[in-house]
Structure formats: C-alpha cells, structure tokens
C-alpha cells in the first residue's frame, strides 16, 4: 500500500507538507501542493497532508506535543500540533509514523529565501525561520541509523 500502513482503519499518510498557516483559504492549501508537486516531482496521484505547528510557549523547553487532525474545504487533510518548538514536534511525530507504520516517511519544506547570515540571526534571537535544517538535525540526534531516519526535504 504506497500510503503506509493501516493501523486502526486509519489510512497514514507518509509525503507531509509543513506548512506555515496564513489564511487557511483554499488558496493557500491549493498553492502550496501544487508548488510542493512541481519542487519535488511528485506524482499527482501520490497522498499529500499538511503539517501545522502552533508554538504555545517557546520558554517552556519540556512540553507534551498535542496533535490534532482535520479536513479543510473538504479536501486538505491537515495535522496541527501545538509544542513549545516547530523542529523538535515535527521532528517527533515524523519518528512516531516512522515507528508506527515502518515505513520512512518523507516531509517537504520550502527553503528560506534570503541572507544566510540574517536567516540564522532570526533563528537564534527570535526562534524563526531555517526549521527545515533544524528538524533534519533533531532526527539525526534521535535516530543515529541514517537508513532509518524520516526524509527532510527542502526545496
């Protein structure tokens, strides 16, 4: 079954999209998939979900990751996940689907355009921006096997 496992009759999705909400129109959903597809030849019929983190509070550094599911304009399946980092929850529900479903799965970013120098500076003042490399490196702590960590693409 090329979209993972079923596990409980629940049909995992194994290609996710992280996705920084704006509106949360249609639009915006349509857009990205279409623009993630054509970055990274994905085939049209390939299962896509969306990936959304809200940061509660970035001071706390040990919180539980709550996870959330949900359909928007009856066709973008969404995750939102509320955890005190963007990398270290994406980073954690990648390996939880990789464990559950024994397949890697592979999550799609879009790279920061921009200055390196200021992109970082971002990064470590304010805690934005560059989660792509910042959640490639939380996997690599976590799972020492390169064969078994989840695919980080940036694109």
């Known amino acids: 079954m090329p979209a993972g496992r079923r596990r409980s009759g629940v049909r995992c999705c194994r290609r996710l999209i992280a996705n920084e909400p704006d509106n949360r129109d249609q639009a915006e959903?349509?857009?990205?998939?279409?623009?993630?597809?054509a970055?990274?030849?994905?085939?049209?019929?390939?299962?896509?979900?969306?990936?959304?983190?809200?940061v509660l509070d970035?001071?706390?550094f040990e919180s539980g990751l709550r996870v959330r599911g949900e359909?928007?304009?009856?066709?973008?399946?969404?995750?939102t996940l509320e955890s005190s980092t963007v990398p270290n929850a994406l980073a954690a529900l990648l390996l939880h689907i990789r464990d559950e479903t024994g397949r890697r799965p592979h999550i799609y970013f879009e790279w920061t355009e921009g200055n390196p120098m200021?992109?970082?500076?971002?990064?470590?003042?304010?805690?934005q921006g560059e989660v792509a490399p910042v959640t490639r490196e939380v996997?690599?702590?976590?799972?020492?096997?390169?064969?078994?960590?989840p695919h980080v693409h940036a694109g």
């Not at 959903?29 to 597809?37: E, G, P, T």
């Not at 359909?71 to 995750?79: G, Q």
């Not at 970082?120 to 805690?127: E, K, Q, T």
Request: glycine fraction near 6%; hydrophobic fraction near 40%; aromatic fraction near 12%.
């Open 39 to 54: 970055d990274n030849d994905i085939p049209a019929g390939d299962d896509l979900m969306f990936v959304e983190v809200t």
């Open 118 to 127: 200021a992109n970082f500076l971002r990064f470590f003042l304010f805690g």
């Open 139 to 149: 996997i690599r702590e976590a799972e020492p096997d390169r064969g078994r960590r």
């Open 71 to 79: 359909v928007l304009h009856n066709r973008y399946r969404v995750l």
């Open 29 to 37: 959903y349509q857009d990205k998939v279409r623009q993630i597809r």
């Open 58 to 60: 970035p001071s706390e």
